[in-house]
């Protein structure tokens, strides 16, 4: 379980965010929404301790400020929105997620190497392992980047809006990958626009405004908080009764 307590994170000397009690569970899809600038991307940099911050951030009990940068690199896995294009293979990207593991020399080891396979496995692309990350499409770089974070073996993996750049196909292909995460028993965080896509997706909504949230919750339970929606994302989320949908949530803005 990942919790904030009474926390405060700041660029400089300026706050950007405010956080009086939140939790992320395990074996769970926890997503934030929020217009730009409200603390989305700042949420999860203070998770990672990444910007400087007053209260507590909690990694399954354990005070995330205090552990080592290889500590946390065995409980956290993070993706960011933008990804680079470094010159190396599928293969050699993903090993790069088990650094944390190695030892002394950093010499992959049998059972890294056999996170690796699963991973690139798990992320459809054993095909493509010796691929070059420039021969790939979008959307297969992004099941690269993911295949390393899920190579890192952490209990907790946080996503900045991992769907951005992708078409329907792939983002559905992705929110399968993380979906058999948490079924595998680790939580997953990750931010998103898409706000018909996020509400049918997640286990959990957290809502921010301003560097400040709002509400967390269930998106049924969210859905029905009507004016809070409204006054923080200038529209409502509404439960779609028809099947066969894509999504089960639409977007009203009256």
Same mark, same amino acid.
């Given at each position: 379980?990942?919790?904030?307590?009474? $926390? @405060?994170?700041?660029?400089?000397?300026?706050?950007?965010?405010?956080?009086? &009690?939140?939790?992320?569970?395990?074996?769970?899809? /926890?997503?934030?929404?929020?217009?730009? =600038?409200?603390?989305? /991307?700042?949420?999860? @940099?203070? #998770? +990672?301790?990444?910007?400087?911050?007053?209260?507590?951030?909690? %990694?399954?009990?354990?005070?995330?400020?205090?552990?080592?940068?290889?500590?946390?690199?065995?409980?956290?896995?993070?993706?960011?929105?933008?990804?680079?294009?470094?010159?190396?293979?599928?293969?050699? *990207? !993903? /090993?790069?997620?088990?650094?944390?593991?190695?030892?002394?020399?950093?010499?992959?080891?049998?059972?890294?190497?056999?996170? $690796?396979?699963? &991973? #690139?496995?798990?992320?459809?692309?054993?095909?493509?392992?010796?691929?070059?990350?420039?021969?790939?499409? =979008?959307?297969?770089?992004?099941?690269?980047?993911?295949?390393?974070?899920?190579?890192?073996?952490?209990?907790?993996?946080?996503?900045?809006?991992?769907?951005?750049?992708?078409? *329907?196909?792939?983002?559905?292909?992705?929110?399968? #990958?993380?979906?058999? *995460?948490?079924?595998?028993?680790?939580?997953?965080?990750? /931010?998103?626009?898409?706000?018909?896509?996020?509400?049918?997706? &997640?286990?959990? !909504?957290?809502?921010? @405004?301003?560097? &400040? !949230?709002?509400?967390?919750?269930?998106?049924?339970? *969210?859905?029905?908080?009507?004016?809070?929606?409204?006054?923080?994302?200038?529209?409502?989320?509404?439960?779609?009764?028809?099947?066969? +949908?894509?999504?089960?949530?639409? %977007?009203?803005?009256?």
């Amino acid at each position: 379980m990942i919790e904030l307590r009474d $926390v @405060k994170s700041f660029y400089g000397e300026k706050k950007s965010l405010e956080v009086k &009690a939140l939790t992320f569970k395990e074996a769970s899809l /926890s997503v934030l929404v929020g217009k730009n =600038g409200s603390g989305k /991307s700042t949420l999860l @940099k203070t #998770i +990672l301790n990444e910007i400087s911050h007053e209260g507590k951030v909690l %990694v399954d009990g354990a005070e995330c400020e205090k552990l080592s940068c290889g500590e946390r690199a065995k409980k956290i896995a993070f993706l960011p929105q933008r990804l680079s294009l470094p010159s190396m293979s599928v293969g050699t *990207l !993903v /090993s790069h997620g088990r650094f944390s593991h190695m030892g002394f020399g950093k010499v992959l080891g049998k059972e890294d190497k056999d996170f $690796v396979e699963k &991973a #690139i496995a798990k992320c459809g692309l054993t095909e493509k392992k010796g691929r070059l990350l420039s021969e790939l499409s =979008g959307g297969e770089v992004q099941r690269a980047y993911l295949a390393m974070v899920i190579a890192q073996d952490t209990p907790y993996l946080l996503l900045d809006e991992p769907t951005t750049y992708l078409d *329907l196909e792939h983002q559905e292909e992705m929110f399968s #990958i993380l979906r058999s *995460l948490c079924k595998e028993g680790r939580g997953v965080i990750f /931010s998103c626009h898409d706000l018909p896509q996020a509400f049918t997706k &997640a286990d959990c !909504v957290t809502l921010l @405004k301003e560097g &400040a !949230v709002i509400e967390s919750a269930s998106p049924e339970v *969210l859905c029905q908080k009507e004016s809070v929606l409204k006054e923080s994302l200038g529209v409502k989320l509404l439960p779609l009764r028809q099947e066969g +949908l894509l999504y089960s949530y639409g %977007v009203s803005g009256t």
